[in-house]
């Protein structure tokens, strides 16, 4: 996750209202917040998340508010003056907030206590009622309309006059006062956090304030299960990354480790699952644009400068070399010139070939070769014909895109299967129709559109081919499914691409899809199907039973999964005041929510016996009684 706004990346920023709105950071443009007012994006761009912005007052000529970053001391201002003060007579009602108050609380840098300057006496009691707020405040709509359009200094002004014209401000308790502080604050104060788009954000934003069932009401408790149960996790590099690896140790790599990390997934919230399965593997979010060293500098470029438009290269200076060279000893003026000198030769040759012609022996890519990772990996399988993977939009992947973006993680650790090609591949055009190989020389004679096409056919099959291919091979570490689908034929076709002990994940809005498919691996089928198998079944070997369609008594094998459960989980907020500590009654509603959790195993062949040197009972109480 990246701890700076990039550019041209999702963002929300929550309002002093509560409500949060997502919107992409596009540099120099205009972000417009409605009534609270306007600012230019590249404001907030490259600096860190979770700060609280302040819009002030336009300036003569302008047509933007600029932004100011408010402090955690004025953030927190009232709550450490509350904590600190020790003057309140006993039996008097705290200052608290009640539920969302305490976290959507944005203090304006006013005191509870008001004291009038002139005569010093206290506004504020406590020992009295609380009374309506709305009969006794003096300020009427036109003159808070009229503070508006003067600049009232980010909305405080406006808090602080409505506080003070109110006339029954001296007959609130402590209490009440808080919470009508709060109210005004809420309606007039100009601020807003900017927090990152991470999958928590995304699930609550889509939960919360869109359209839930897109998601399958899957609350970030079960996201959270999910990814537990399943043991999803950074699994390792790739072995074709690791060039300087010696041969040895990639050999006992290989052996070790079966299932280098790869799980299986069918997901139909949208892309939600993948993004928090991705996000624990280290594989959501794009790199870093820039990249600094440690003295925050950056460092010298690797590739040569570019040109411009007439050709020549654009002239650059290393101002970094240079104060290395001031700075440091004086053998490092030798390593700086022939960094120079490298420099210098590497722009000749690459003048040189721009300046070649195009020959026949010139190196191109291969078609046939697979951009596809073979560690860490998520194999989605879908029901169309392309994935609804539409919220990895938000982290700059696009699925549907015909060119997508190379340097982003998922490009190479992301592929997906439909059911048809997963089962019956066969049937698939695209997987069997494989592109004939043209000569060099056919290829000379089409077009430069014929070629085009030819090499993405090419390509698209051989990336399909892989795809298909690994897939049907197995040995995946991991099984998380977030679908509609009856689980029990999910589960038929899945579970013998499984490698013994992968765990098994499932989530359902209901709970009857779930005991459905427990009752099919339960403890009794098990022994039905060991003390009885089916007609069916008789002669076949273990891998002929891995893929058994299965029939009214016995839908899937209940031999392969092991461990089947049922549970589910809700995070309730709870208001904690002394007296009057009790559940929030206002939480959504919505699906409760379910996870069957499994693992697979691979069943003994033959009779299992148990065997060893058997001590008789007698023997050991002898021994006994002589000691």
Known sequence: MHSLVQP???????????????????????ISLGKYGSF???????????????????????????LRIVPASELYSDILSSSASTSSPEGETPITNDGDDVENALSTGIEYSLVDPESGAVLARTDRAELDASARQTLSNQDIEALK????????????????????????????LAKYKLLKTKKYIRRFCVLPMDVPMLAHWQLEMKDASKILDMREEMIALLGCWANVHFGGEDRCENEGAPEVQEREQKESEQTPGRWLVVDDTGGLLVAAMAERMGILYPPDRKVSTKDGKNPAPTSPPPTESSGHPAASTNKDELSLKMSDEQGDVEIETKTQEQHTTELKSSQDVRKAPHTDDKPRNDDLQVPF?????????????????????????????????????LAKHLMTISWLQLLEPDLDPTYNSEVPNASFEVLRSWKANRRGNYHRKRRRWARIRHVVDATRGGDFSGLVVASTMDPISIMRHAVPLLAGGAPIAIYSQSIEPLSALADCYSIGRRAAWVASPPAEAAGMTPEELEQWPG??????????????????????????????????????????????????????EGRVEARGKARPKRRKVEENARE
């Open 8 to 30: 041209h990346a999702w963002v929300a920023l929550k309002l002093p209202s509560g409500n949060i709105r997502v919107l992409q950071v596009a540099p120099n443009t205009t």
């Open 40 to 66: 230019p994006s590249n404001l907030i761009i490259d600096r860190p998340y979770h700060l609280t912005y302040e819009l002030q007052d336009k300036n003569p000529g302008e047509t933007f508010n600029r």
């Open 149 to 176: 359009k003067d600049g009232t200094d980010a909305g405080r002004d406006i808090i602080a006059k409505l506080m003070l014209s109110h006339t029954a401000i001296d007959q609130k308790t402590q209490y009440s």
């Open 373 to 409: 990772a073979q560690a860490n990996t998520l194999t989605v399988i879908h029901a169309n014909q392309q994935p609804n993977l539409t919220f990895l939009r938000d982290y700059g992947f696009d699925i549907t895109s015909p060119s997508p973006v190379i340097d982003h993680p």
């Open 551 to 604: 029939n009214d008594e016995f839908p899937v094998n209940p031999s392969l999964v092991l461990g089947a459960a049922l549970q589910t989980s809700r995070v309730r907020r709870w208001q904690v005041l002394p007296g009057r500590t009790h559940p929030l009654m206002t939480s959504r509603g919505g699906a409760e929510g379910y996870v069957f959790t499994a693992w697979r195993v691979k069943p003994a």
